[in-house]
């Protein structure tokens, strides 16, 4: 099976610009979770989509923002960006059911000016 | 909320050697324990886990061992290789009902195994 896609694999936004990270999990997971990983924060949960719902969420501002669609595709939004949001953007697939596995892709490397 | 500590931060041994990575947890109701490898320039990589009914799981050269009345866990490699130098990450994450559970990482532990 092919592995976790994510794209683009690097962006440069500056602040007060929005963007969309996009997420395609292993043929058949139903449940996508994304993260943030910083050197100072580490790797930081945002939220968990399953069958297009948002299941769980972390502690982020508003401005973080997801959805799945029907697909189990995963897009993640973060608008009005703030330096602080440049980080690696981590996305994690697992077929949903109770302590499944999760596989992570190579994730989005955004970079805020 | 759970919080996850995990030492050394950096791990230096010679090829052959085995290394130790220790984590601690803080929620008692914790109980799904991966641990994850992450080269420079990719995503985490699953090695190995370990549930709660489990007090230890060997694959190969590697082993986790869990403590649930000391809320620790660690890993061990042993006979490591060049190729095993990386960061290496525990996690730990309460699954219930049929909820994932959302992971919570500790640090990052940089080990590097010279030849």
């Known amino acids: 099976k092919a592995g976790v896609t994510q794209t683009p694999r690097y962006l440069i936004k500056t602040r007060g610009q929005q963007v969309t990270l996009s997420c395609s999990p292993i043929?058949?997971?139903?449940?996508v979770s994304w993260y943030q990983q910083t050197p100072g924060q580490g790797l930081q949960f945002l939220f968990e989509?399953?069958?297009?719902?948002?299941?769980n969420k972390g502690n982020f501002p508003g401005r973080f923002s997801g959805r799945q669609f029907s697909n189990s595709r995963s897009e993640m939004n973060v608008s009005t960006l703030e330096l602080g949001d440049s980080a690696l953007y981590l996305c994690?697939?697992?077929?949903?059911?109770?302590?499944?596995?999760?596989?992570f892709g190579p994730g989005t490397r955004l970079t805020v000016l | 909320g759970e919080n996850v500590e995990q030492h050394p931060s950096t791990l230096s041994v010679q090829e052959g050697d085995s290394a130790v990575i220790k984590c601690t947890y803080s929620?008692?109701?914790?109980?799904?324990f991966p641990w994850y490898k992450q080269e420079l320039g990719k995503g985490p990589q699953l090695i190995i886990d370990?549930?709660?009914?489990?007090g230890e799981k060997k694959d190969q050269r590697i082993a986790v061992t869990l403590n649930k009345t000391a809320k620790h866990f660690s890993l061990h490699i042993t006979e490591t290789q060049p190729e095993d130098s990386a960061v290496y990450f525990c996690?730990?994450?309460?699954?219930?009902?049929?909820?994932?559970?959302?992971?919570?990482f500790g640090k990052g532990t940089k080990l590097s195994v010279k030849p």
């Open positions: 994690a697939s697992s077929p949903g059911q109770r302590g499944d596995t999760q596989y």
């Open positions: 043929s058949g997971h139903r449940s």
């Open positions: 989509y399953f069958s297009e719902t948002q299941r």
């Open positions: 929620d008692s109701a914790s109980n799904y």
């Open positions: 370990i549930r709660s009914n489990v």
């Open positions: 996690a730990a994450s309460i699954v219930f009902g049929g909820s994932q559970g959302n992971l919570i």
